[in-house]
């Protein structure tokens, strides 16, 4: 039979041990927030001071925008179907792709036939940007718009090109956008997320989680994921049977 009061080696019972680690965690707790309020702040000297991870930054300069929505339309249409024309395409239509033009991570898979976009590419706009045949009404507001057509990746596979259009690179361990941006310009409050993410109600993106994930900085530029269905959030409330107090 095993007894409850029996010693450690360090002279506590195993009741006591616990106690006193649970009455540690709370110092720390107490501590982070003290320093938060600036307890400490005649304590430390100048290049010992410490801020909030998620502490509201002065940009460079003056920005005008106070968030950021980001629309990543997984399945969308393609871009050599509304904003990107490549003249190659047509070039090498119905062919294979020639091979020194391979992806880098075909993994040696028999590449499929190349084709040509399905509609004609038009200038619009003072600034001529070429607009898709498919979009006639987006190219009538073509000056308003700002198309980055630098960003490409070698990766043919829809799991890693996602990856690399979230984190800029194919492989998982990379910050998100959202991670940057927060880590960057901090939040204006603390009892919420600076960054959030909400999924489409069929699905996430391919991939999942590494999309927004933090990678080598803190946990707490990740982001909050909100579900599109139910509660957005799980367990920010207790059980039923139990009450505040327990």
């Known amino acids: 039979m095993r007894q409850p009061n029996r010693l450690f080696p360090c002279g506590l019972t195993r009741r006591e041990l616990v106690w006193q680690m649970g009455g540690g965690f709370a110092g720390l707790a ?16 100048a290049e010992e001071k410490t801020t909030q991870p998620l502490a509201a930054k002065p940009p460079q300069r003056t920005a005008r925008a106070k968030s950021c929505i980001f629309l990543m339309m997984n399945g969308a249409p393609s871009q050599v179907d509304t904003f990107d024309p490549k003249p190659e395409l047509e070039k090498y239509a119905g062919k294979q792709l020639p091979a020194d033009k391979k992806f880098i991570n075909s993994g040696g898979r028999q590449m499929g036939f190349l084709t040509p976009a399905f509609r004609k590419f038009r200038p619009g706009g003072e600034s001529g940007l070429m607009i898709s045949d498919y ?23 829809h799991g890693s090109a996602l990856v690399a259009m979230n984190t800029g690179k194919p492989l998982i361990g ?3 956008l959202g991670s940057w941006a927060v880590y960057g310009l901090g939040t204006q409050n603390e009892s919420l997320p600076g960054y959030v993410v ?3 109600k069929r699905g996430g993106p391919i991939s999942g989680q590494p999309n927004w994930a933090s990678g080598f900085m803190p946990a707490t530029y990740a982001g909050t994921l909100f579900r599109p269905t139910g509660d957005p959030i799980l367990d920010l409330q207790g059980p039923a049977y139990l009450s505040r107090i327990e």
């Open 30 to 45: 107490l501590a982070g927030l003290l320093a938060r309020d600036g307890f400490y702040s005649g304590q430390l000297r």
């Open 135 to 157: 979009l006639p009404r987006i190219r009538e507001h073509a000056d308003k718009l700002c198309v980055l057509n630098s960003c490409y990746t070698d990766s043919h596979a």
């Open 174 to 176: 990379r910050p998100s």
């Open 198 to 200: 909400i999924l489409d």
